[in-house]
Nanobody, 125 residues
Framework: QVQLVESGGGLVQAGDSLRLSCAASGRTFSSSVMGWFRQAPGKEREFVAAITRSGAWIKYVDSVKGRFTISRDNTKNTVYLQMNSLKPEDTAVYYC??????????????????WGQGTQVTVSS
């Protein structure tokens, strides 16, 4: 069992930065691929970024490349999403997720086994 708790969301202006954190409980964090997803009102949940167990491999959706950075600290059981140059279209509820079923990065929500409750990010223009 893995419990995930996100924090760090908020209301910012376009061009600002935020850092999201996701704290995980349980001994399986270091063996989990971790991902960040987001969901805007009326839209499907969208993949944002994922990172392998060691942090050696990372994947981003094209719309955030160069602006967002995913990282993890296995000693703290925490994964981060640094978001720079935020845009109004980044407004969404952001979720972290843990994938225990395999070592590969995946952009599919169905590939992830555990989810946090989400944190709201709102970017005003």
């Amino acid at each position: 069992q893995v419990q995930l708790v996100e924090s760090g969301g908020g209301l910012v202006q376009a061009g600002d930065s935020l850092r999201l954190s996701c704290a995980a409980s349980g001994r399986t964090f270091s063996s989990s691929v971790m991902g960040w997803f987001r969901q805007a009102p009326g839209k499907e949940r969208e993949f944002v970024a994922a990172i392998t167990r060691s942090g050696a491999w990372i994947k981003y959706v094209d719309s955030v490349k160069g602006r967002f950075t995913i990282s993890r600290d296995n000693t703290k059981n925490t994964v981060y999403l640094q978001m720079n140059s935020l845009k109004p279209e980044d407004t969404a509820v952001y979720y972290c997720a843990a994938r225990l079923g395999g070592p590969s990065l995946s952009s599919l929500p169905s590939a992830y086994d555990y989810w946090g409750q989400g944190t709201q990010v709102t970017v005003s223009s």
